[in-house]
């Protein structure tokens, strides 16, 4: 049973510290997506990736976040500095290829940021 | 862009009842629709989908709903739910080709709690 794995599960970390999430996605899926699930914002878009190229991440605060995909079974999704306001969950998702319509999503890291 | 509303934030339901969840999207263009749910700390997972075809989509856990163009409307329904039923559930659309390089962005609702009671 394939699925998009995430590390850590739970993070609780202090304001200005550097925070590394990271995403297995499904073998042989070449589309990965990150995404932040707030009360407030709901779930929005950060930004997603093809063939481990970055096609969209104009959802991301561009001056503390940064993603990449070191490799094909790897995305990292950075904050540094951290902020109380980036407390969420993060998750990742994948899916075959871009045109494909279904999204895997993986359980996710609650980041926590006193 | 695309826009999806989901019409009530929480739905209470005794268990073996009939429950609707309702969704409605705004779109210019033709979409796909779904519906995710998700249990307490856990992801989303994928319950149905309607990319073209048969307006009634059938999912996982003996749950339908049905595509209404004329209303855009994609409400989800069960004819029965269990106590182990009791999840958020999402209604998303996404547009062919919305993202740059040609990708499927999903919009998601802001969510429906259902909780199922005894």
């Known amino acids: 049973d394939a699925r998009v794995t995430q590390t850590p599960r739970h993070k609780v970390t202090e304001m200005g510290q550097e925070v590394t999430m990271r995403c297995q996605p499904i073998l042989g899926h070449n589309t990965v997506f990150w995404y932040r699930q707030t009360m407030m914002q709901g779930l929005e878009l950060l930004a997603y990736f093809r063939n481990r190229a970055p096609l969209d991440d104009s959802g991301m605060p561009k001056d503390r976040f940064s993603a990449e995909m070191p490799d094909a079974t790897l995305a990292t999704l950075k904050i540094q500095p951290s902020e109380p306001r980036d407390s969420a969950v993060y998750f990742c998702?994948?899916?075959?290829?871009?045109?494909?319509?279904?999204?895997?999503f993986g359980p996710g890291t609650r980041l926590l940021v006193l | 862009a695309q826009s999806v509303t989901q019409l009530d934030s929480q739905v209470p339901v005794f268990e073996e009842a009939p429950v609707e969840l309702r969704c409605n999207y705004s779109s210019s263009v033709s979409v796909y629709l779904f519906w995710y749910v998700q249990y307490p700390n856990q992801g989303l997972q994928l319950l149905l989908k309607y990319l073209s075809g048969s307006t009634l989509v059938k999912g996982i856990n003996g749950f339908e709903a049905e595509f209404n163009k004329s209303q855009t409307s994609f409400h989800l329904r069960k004819p029965s739910v269990h106590i182990s039923d009791t999840a958020e559930y999402f209604c998303a659309v996404s547009v062919e080709g919305e993202l740059t390089g040609g990708g499927n962005k999903l919009t998601f609702g802001t969510g429906t709690q259902l909780k199922v009671e005894l």
């Open positions: 998702a994948s899916a075959v290829d871009m045109s494909q319509e279904t999204q895997y």
